[in-house]
């Protein structure tokens, strides 16, 4: 596949493997010389699997992440800890989103007075503002985004830092 990369002239490739895959994708590609730019999809940088698997080979690699874990709440930095405490691993952002979206459904059950799934899909349809660990959230028969283009950051492993950093 990356030969075929390479004769297509591209010089940048969506990875969308897991980040073991992906850690194994880059150090094929520094194996071989193979210059591409790598985005990588929503687990790459979710936890430490890929940059400790890739190691210097993850260099350049680029992924998006909640700008709220570049720049945390005191609210989330209590869920992380208490999460850590409670799970002895630090929480993902997929812990992060599905804790926004169980308190989300229990304000819109709550809200509802019901588990009816007419009056859950209204109530999801009409909440507006919601501010969760994530950033803020607001929803419409046509809108089920929970993320936006404004809560993500595009960030880029450092292999020299062990860090994803902010690209600039």
């Given at each position: 596949e990356i030969n075929k990369i390479k004769k297509s002239g591209a010089n940048c490739v969506v990875v969308w493997l897991t980040p073991q895959d992906t850690a194994r994708f880059m150090q094929t590609l520094k194996s071989t010389g193979v210059k591409l730019t790598v985005?990588?999809?929503?687990?790459?940088?979710?936890?430490p699997t890929f940059s400790s698997l890739a190691?210097?080979?993850?260099?350049?690699?680029?992924?998006?992440?909640?700008?709220?874990?570049?720049h945390?709440?005191?609210?989330?930095?209590?869920?992380?800890?208490?999460?850590?405490?409670?799970?002895?691993?630090?929480?993902?952002?997929?812990?992060?989103?599905?804790?926004?979206?169980?308190?989300?459904?229990?304000?819109?059950?709550k809200k509802a007075g019901s588990t009816d799934p007419n009056k859950l899909k209204d109530g999801l349809n009409s909440v507006r503002n919601f501010h969760g660990l994530q950033g803020t959230v607001s929803f419409s028969p046509q809108n089920h985004a929970t993320i936006t283009e404004k809560q993500l950051t595009l960030v880029k492993y450092n292999a020299a830092k062990n860090a994803w950093l902010p690209l600039q």
């Amino acid at each position: 596949e990356i030969n075929k990369i390479k004769k297509s002239g591209a010089n940048c490739v969506v990875v969308w493997l897991t980040p073991q895959d992906t850690a194994r994708f880059m150090q094929t590609l520094k194996s071989t010389g193979v210059k591409l730019t790598v985005l990588g999809n929503d687990e790459i940088n979710a936890d430490p699997t890929f940059s400790s698997l890739a190691k210097s080979a993850g260099n350049g690699a680029i992924g998006a992440e909640l700008t709220t874990q570049l720049h945390p709440t005191a609210a989330l930095l209590s869920f992380q800890k208490r999460y850590k405490a409670q799970f002895h691993i630090d929480a993902t952002p997929f812990a992060v989103a599905n804790y926004d979206a169980i308190m989300m459904l229990g304000q819109v059950i709550k809200k509802a007075g019901s588990t009816d799934p007419n009056k859950l899909k209204d109530g999801l349809n009409s909440v507006r503002n919601f501010h969760g660990l994530q950033g803020t959230v607001s929803f419409s028969p046509q809108n089920h985004a929970t993320i936006t283009e404004k809560q993500l950051t595009l960030v880029k492993y450092n292999a020299a830092k062990n860090a994803w950093l902010p690209l600039q």
